[in-house]
């Protein structure tokens, strides 16, 4: 038996990991109509998958970041963390509040994506991206100093032509970037091939194409659009993310005494006075 997965084929081991996730998520939905209920158990096949593969130094957890302003994140689907930082807090239910210089990635979940849904998750990573901002060596949307932000779906409900055209519409590259990985596309789109897919915009020169050739491109303020189809989409957003976080862990390259002073910018001693204490 091959266990090297070849490029250009389905991985035939993280293919029963999609299977998993997609029944796990196809129970929750037949159980339930309550949308918190569906969302949470959207999240947790997702997580449970990238903690049982992730290295060591990474960790997929729920839950908010905190800046070291004091401003806290909306509610983020799936972090992933650098596990070298501590955590604020932890709830019952794993969600955690995490420290923004601890945060490599974050996820935006939907278990059966509708067109309506990009403009949601745009508005989304674009408040994320502004509370990213506030820490000045993560301020260049390019660097890999910066936290990488995306969006990932189980299923969708439209064509893939709709979502495509809303994709465009609303993800602004230059400004708050972020890829959508497909894990499931229905067969009839496809030939009967099982196919998902990854919608992408790769960052290009645009002095090196004419005027005609860049509307053509559906080119965005210097980014090109394109749809990237997928055997196995789960291993490549696998991949991709994995390799990604080691090049921002890498390009950060934090030493244990930059991390301890990270964590003085988001705790502080709690120690109280005397006279405080004994106050009538």
């Known amino acids: ?26 129970r929750a939905l037949s159980s339930s109509s309550n949308s918190q209920t569906i969302g949470r158990n959207g999240e947790l096949p997702l997580i449970d998958f990238l903690n049982k593969y992730l ?10 970041f905190l800046t070291p302003n004091g401003n806290i994140s909306p509610q983020i689907d799936v972090m992933i963390i650098d596990t070298r930082y501590p955590f604020l807090s932890v709830n019952l239910d794993g969600s955690v509040l995490a420290m923004l210089h601890s945060v490599i990635h974050t996820i935006e979940l939907k278990t059966n994506l509708i067109s309506s849904d990009i403009k949601k998750i745009s508005s989304d990573i674009s408040k994320i991206r502004m509370l990213i901002n506030e820490v000045e060596e993560f301020n260049d949307i390019g660097s890999f100093m910066s936290p990488i932000n995306s969006a990932f779906a189980y299923r969708i409900k439209n064509k893939l032509e709709t979502i495509e055209l809303h994709f465009q519409n609303y993800c602004k590259p230059d400004l708050f970037h972020f890829d959508l990985m497909i894990l499931s596309i229905e067969e009839k789109e496809f030939k009967k091939i099982k196919f998902g897919c990854e919608l992408h915009y790769e960052p290009i020169f645009e002095k090196d194409f004419s005027e005609e050739e860049l509307k053509e491109l559906k080119v965005n303020n210097g980014f090109l659009f394109g749809t990237r189809p997928c055997y196995t989409p789960l291993s490549d957003f696998y991949y991709s993310l994995v390799q990604n976080s080691y090049y921002i862990l890498g390009e950060r390259n934090y030493s ?15 120690t109280a006075s005397w006279n405080d204490l004994y106050k009538e």
């Open 1 to 26: 038996m091959k266990f090297k997965h070849n490029h250009g084929t389905n991985n035939e081991i993280i293919e029963q990991e999609e299977k998993s996730i997609l029944l796990a998520v196809d």
């Open 55 to 64: 290295p060591p130094t990474l960790k997929a957890v729920s839950g908010h």
């Open 256 to 270: 244990f005494n930059q991390i301890g002073r990270h964590i003085m910018d988001y705790m502080s001693w709690s």
